[in-house]
């Protein structure tokens, strides 16, 4: 099973995706950290990614590759996390044909109705409740 965790800024949301899949599933899935800088890519990188790579070539590249797709709300918004996110990321993120899950964060300024945005921590238990059913039914 191979697994995208994309971010940008720190690689906080990214970080604690890695972990919290770590934690879970251990060395049994792939985990790809793409980072939109090197900040990002590294905090990944150091909590476990098996591989990483930054920059918006790396991303367009592996973004049809994987089975899989984490990550901010904002790795399908063009310009987001401050610009980091060109329209080019954005695009190959959400035609991809891999299952997306994201994470909502308030600092990509997008509200969705009905919703709101836990804590990260809950957030990203929110987010492996749906990786759990998406590893069983892609396991099937």
């Known amino acids: 099973m191979d697994i995208a965790i994309i971010d940008g800024q720190g690689g906080g949301v990214g970080r604690a995706l890695v972990t919290a899949i770590r934690k879970e599933w251990g060395d ?6 793409l980072g939109t800088n090197a900040t990002a890519t590294a905090a990944m990188l150091r909590a476990g990614a098996d591989e990483g790579a930054t920059g918006e070539n790396p991303i367009l590249f592996n973004a049809g590759k994987v089975d899989i797709i984490l990550g901010p709300i904002g790795i399908i918004l063009a310009n987001a996390l401050l610009g980091e996110l060109t329209p080019r990321i954005a695009c190959a993120v959400a035609e991809s044909p891999a299952q ?14 009905g919703l709101i945005p836990p804590p990260l921590p809950e957030a990203i238990d929110q987010a492996m409740a749906c990786l759990r059913q998406m590893i069983a039914a892609l396991d099937k």
């Open 28 to 33: 049994s899935v792939h985990l790809l950290a």
């Open 100 to 113: 997306k899950i994201l994470v909502p964060v308030n600092r990509c300024h997008v509200i969705i109705a």
